[in-house]
DNA sequence: CATTACCTGCAA
DNA sequence: TTGCAGGTAATG
C-alpha cells in the first residue's frame, strides 16, 4: 500500500515527533511480523534505546537507535553498536503515533511503548508488513539492493536509460522493480506513465531518449505531487496520526476505469500487466 | 521473464 | 463464491 509519498508522509511526522524518544518496551501481537532477530534478542535490543532520526529509504522507513545506557559500573568493553528499526508497511500497513491513554487500534501487530507513554502501533490488516533491527551492514546491504531515490540528484534520466534500453520488458514492470528506481509501487507507476504519455505494455528497449526524459520528469512530477497532498488513500492508507491523503481526488488514471481520461476524454481502460491491475487512456499513451 | 505464495476483507 | 487489493520474495 504505502509507496515512496506515504512513507515520506509517515517519516515527516516521525521525524518530527520521535527524535529523543526512549523505547520501553514492545510487544508483538502477531510474531510473523518480525524478521529478524528471534524476539528475546528483538525486544532486549530495543529496550531502552533512544530513538535518534528517522529515515526513508525507498518504501523503508528506518528508526535510527542508539543503545541503552551500560549500567553504572559498566566494564570497559565495546560501546554497545547502533542500530537501526527497519519497517516495510507491504499492502496495508500503517505506522501510528499515539498519545497516551489512545484507544487500541484495529488490526495491530505490533506496539514500541515509549517511555513517556506514547506508542508507535504497526498496525496491518494482511498482516504482510514486516519489520526487523539492522546493523550498520545489513542496512547497507539494503541501500545497495535498492535503485536510486528518485527526489535525489543521483537519479538522471542518463541512469534511468541504462537501465530501460536493453530491457525486453514492458515498462511498467521494470517501473516497479526496486532495484530500478526506489520507492515506485502501483499507483504511482500507472501515473507516471499518464503523465509521459507512455503505454504500460511498451517494451521498455523501444524508448527513445525523448520518451525517457519524458518519463525521469513525469516521475518525479507524480510523486512531489503525492507527497503534497499527503499521500493516496484509496482504501486503507492513513498518516502518522490516522489522516487519510488527500491524493485520490487527483489521480489521473489509476482506479479510475471507465472515466473520461482528463487530457481527451476517452475512457480509461483497466488492464492487466507484470500481474498488476493497470490503468490507462488508450488515446494518449502508446 | 512470468507466476505464485504470503494474508485478510470486501466487492462483484 | 471468486477474484482482487497500494508489495515483495520465492518459485518455474
Not at 522507513?61 to 551500560?70: S, T, V
Not at 489521473?252 to 500487466?273: L, N
Request: net charge positive; with cysteine.
Amino acid at each position: 500500500m504505502p509507496e515512496l509519498p506515504e512513507v515520506e508522509t509517515t517519516r515527516r511526522y516521525l521525524a518530527a515527533h520521535l527524535p529523543g524518544a526512549r523505547v520501553a518496551a514492545v510487544a508483538l501481537h502477531d510474531p510473523r511480523v518480525l524478521e529478524r532477530p528471534d524476539p528475546a534478542t528483538f525486544a532486549a535490543q530495543l529496550a531502552g534505546a533512544t530513538i535518534t532520526e528517522v529515515r526513508r529509504r525507498g518504501k523503508y522507513l528506518i528508526l535510527d537507535l542508539a543503545p541503552a545506557p551500560p549500567p553504572a559500573p559498566a566494564a570497559a568493553g565495546p560501546a554497545p553498536a547502533t542500530r537501526h528499526l527497519v519497517v516495510h508497511r507491504r499492502m496495508t500497513g500503517n505506522l501510528f503515533l499515539r498519545e497516551p491513554g489512545a484507544p487500541p487500534d484495529a488490526h495491530t501487530v505490533a506496539v514500541l511503548s515509549l517511555a513517556d507513554g506514547r506508542e508507535l502501533r504497526l498496525c496491518d490488516l494482511r498482516r504482510l508488513a514486516r519489520l526487523w533491527l539492522a546493523d550498520a551492514a545489513e542496512l547497507a546491504a539494503l541501500d545497495r539492493a535498492l535503485g536510486p531515490e528518485p527526489l535525489t540528484p543521483a537519479f538522471t534520466p542518463e541512469r534511468l536509460a541504462a537501465s530501460l534500453t536493453r530491457r525486453r520488458a514492458r515498462l511498467k514492470a521494470l517501473l516497479l522493480d526496486q532495484r530500478l528506481v526506489a520507492g515506485l509501487g502501483n499507483i504511482y507507476a500507472d501515473e507516471a506513465l499518464f503523465a509521459a504519455s507512455l503505454h504500460p505494455a511498451r517494451l521498455a528497449h523501444t524508448l527513445t531518449a525523448e520518451d525517457i526524459a519524458r518519463l525521469h520528469t513525469a516521475i518525479r512530477t507524480v510523486l512531489e505531487q503525492g507527497i503534497h497532498n499527503e499521500g493516496t488513500s484509496f482504501r486503507d492508507y492513513r498518516g502518522a496520526v490516522g489522516q487519510p491523503g488527500r491524493n485520490q481526488l487527483l489521480v489521473a488514471v489509476f482506479r479510475r476505469t471507465g472515466q473520461p481520461c482528463p487530457r481527451c476524454g476517452t475512457p480509461i481502460v483497466k488492464t492487466r500487466v507484470g500481474g498488476r491491475g493497470t490503468h490507462y487512456c488508450p488515446q494518449c499513451q502508446r
